[in-house]
C-alpha cells in the first residue's frame, strides 16, 4: 500500500522560510515522479514543482526562484524549500507521486499522478 505523509508545515511570516517533508513508503520511490501541488480554499489544487529524477525539475513560474524541490531516494523522502514566501503561498500542500514520469513531466497537472498525501497545512502573514 503506497503512503505519502507530508510534515513542515505551519505560520511564518511574509518573508519567510518553511522547508515541507514528504515520507513515501510502498512503492519503488526511484522510478517515481514526485510532485508537489496546492490547494487555497475555493481554489483548484495548481502545480508547484516536480522532480522527476535525475535532477530533472520543473517549477510552476509563481514558485521559480523562492522554491526548490530535492529528494533522497535512499530515504524516499522529497522535500519542498520555500523562501522568501507571500501571503499568497498560503494553501494546503500536497506530495504525489507519478509512475508516469514522463507525462508527469510533460503535463503539470493532477491527473497525472497516481498517490497522494493527506497535505499540510501552509499559512504566511502579512
Known amino acids: 500500500q503506497v503512503q505519502l505523509v507530508e510534515s513542515g508545515g505551519g505560520l511564518v511570516q511574509d518573508g519567510g522560510s518553511l522547508r515541507l517533508s514528504c515520507a513515501a513508503s510502498g512503492l519503488t520511490f526511484s522510478s517515481y515522479a514526485m510532485g508537489w501541488f496546492r490547494q487555497a480554499p475555493g481554489k483548484e489544487r495548481e502545480f508547484v514543482a516536480i522532480s522527476r529524477g535525475g535532477n530533472i525539475l520543473y517549477y510552476a513560474d509563481s514558485v521559480k526562484g523562492r522554491f526548490t524541490i530535492s529528494r533522497d531516494n535512499a530515504k524516499n523522502m522529497v522535500y519542498l524549500q520555500m523562501n522568501s514566501l507571500k501571503p499568497e503561498d498560503t494553501a494546503v500542500y500536497y506530495c504525489?507521486?507519478?509512475?508516469?514520469?514522463?507525462?508527469?513531466?510533460?503535463?503539470?497537472?493532477?491527473?497525472?499522478?497516481?498517490?497522494w498525501g493527506q497535505g499540510t497545512q501552509v499559512t504566511v502573514s502579512s
Open positions: 504525489a507521486a507519478s509512475n508516469r514520469v514522463s507525462y508527469a513531466y510533460t503535463h503539470p497537472n493532477r491527473a497525472a499522478y497516481d498517490y
